[in-house]
């Protein structure tokens, strides 16, 4: 019976910790990070004339973001506190989504340039498989470039609440990071070890 109970022990000491170690080291939300893997203008302006894509109005949605927000503002009888928690919040979501749909599209750019590579080695050495893997080719690069759109979009949206925030509060908004208490971290590893002693 202590045997079960102390595999039992051990079993959720390692579920538990790796999890914890994850929420540690997870990258901070910010709009950088969105600006990093989201395309350049200048890619922008490429993959719109080569897949003959309307250009992302980036100007009008922070533009509208902006003002939605600030007007949301003028109408909520919340303290200056809870005002600022309040955006904190909701900026926090409108970066996050730009962070989410730039890595994907990052991910997305990748793979097609790969694939790309690939269909260029089939045709040089002309073997077997160029002419049907050109239509999957095709398929992932028009993907990509739809997935650059909406990163674009998305970008435009977070820097219209950031931009937001700032007037509504008159600080400059930042990501909320969290902190694991001292005691759980200390607890959890106490845990860990009496379970290995057992190992």
Excluded at 148 to 176: D, H, R
Aim: with cysteine.
């Amino acid at each position: 019976m202590a045997k079960t109970s102390t595999a039992r022990t051990a079993k959720t000491a390692a579920t538990v910790l790796p999890a914890r170690a994850r929420d540690a080291s997870r990258e901070v939300v910010t709009l950088e990070t969105a600006l990093r893997f989201a395309p350049t203008e200048d890619v922008s302006s490429k993959i719109c004339k080569v897949f003959a894509m309307d250009p992302v109005p980036m100007a009008e949605i922070r533009e509208t973001v902006e003002e939605h927000l600030v007007a949301q503002s003028r109408i909520m009888p919340l303290t200056d506190k809870n005002m600022e928690m309040h955006f904190q919040r909701i900026v926090g979501q409108y970066v996050g989504s730009a962070v989410s749909a730039a890595r994907f599209y990052d991910t997305k750019r990748q793979a097609a340039r790969e694939m790309a590579s690939q269909f260029n080695e089939f045709r040089d050495e002309d073997r077997d498989g160029a002419s049907g893997f050109e239509g999957k080719l095709e398929r992932a690069q028009a993907f990509a470039a739809e997935m650059a759109w909406q990163s674009l979009a998305t970008l435009a949206a977070a820097e219209g609440a950031v931009s937001a925030y700032s007037n509504i509060t008159g600080n400059e908004w930042k990501p909320y990071v969290g902190t694991t208490p001292a005691s759980a971290t200390v607890s959890a590893q106490a845990v860990a070890a009496r379970a290995s002693a057992f190992d």
